[in-house]
């Protein structure tokens, strides 16, 4: 399986560095630099994907809409991780409550959820899909460190060692082998 991940174009809260979790947060007009931005990367997306998700939450269902597609279905093992009373807050306050653990064992952290059920998600969308040969996802910043950490490292463990920033695009593969990881997982 192919995944091509996106992550949605940038919110008013994004803007503030807020973080927004599961609150429904509409994407900012669009401007000439992320026009620009969404061109460079459609050049670099198949001509045709087996699959095309969003989460059910309003801001990569519209950066879908922007990327030109209209015929997505929304899957709720994508959405963001419920950042519980840290939404509508800065990051960084989470990041100094949580210090050590969001960088090294954020599976401890409970928030809203438990982050260790976000990666459960997430292993749950990857045995659900493992026979799509390529799948377009537009998704969030967690969900998507999470399966790149997951890939990577076989962990969720070094997600918040990563960054995805709005609107960027990354492809990961997963072989079979990796989907059975994963089931001992779940």
Request: charged share 30%; aromatic share 10%; proline share 3%.
């Amino acid at each position: 399986m192919e995944l091509t991940l996106i992550r949605h174009l940038p919110t008013e809260w994004n803007k503030k560095g807020v973080l927004q979790g599961r609150k429904d947060i509409p994407i900012l007009e669009l401007n000439n630099k992320d026009k620009e931005d969404i061109e460079k990367n459609k050049k670099m997306l198949r001509p045709k994907y087996s699959l095309i998700l969003t989460s059910t939450l309003t801001r990569t269902q519209q950066t879908a809409i922007a990327y030109g597609y209209e015929n997505f279905e929304p899957e709720p093992l994508l959405n963001e991780l419920n950042f519980g009373e840290f939404e509508g807050k800065k990051k960084q306050h989470l990041i100094e409550t949580y210090q050590n653990l969001w960088f090294s064992n954020p599976g401890e952290i409970v928030l809203g959820e438990k982050i260790a059920d976000l990666e459960k998600r997430m292993l749950a969308f990857i045995d659900k899909y493992k026979d799509y040969d390529s799948m377009l996802v537009f998704g969030h910043g967690s969900w998507i460190r999470a399966c790149l950490a997951y890939s990577k490292f076989g962990t969720i463990n070094k997600m918040n060692q990563l960054e995805i920033k709005n609107n960027q695009m990354l492809t990961i593969g997963f072989r079979e082998e990796e989907y059975e990881i994963g089931r001992h997982h779940i």
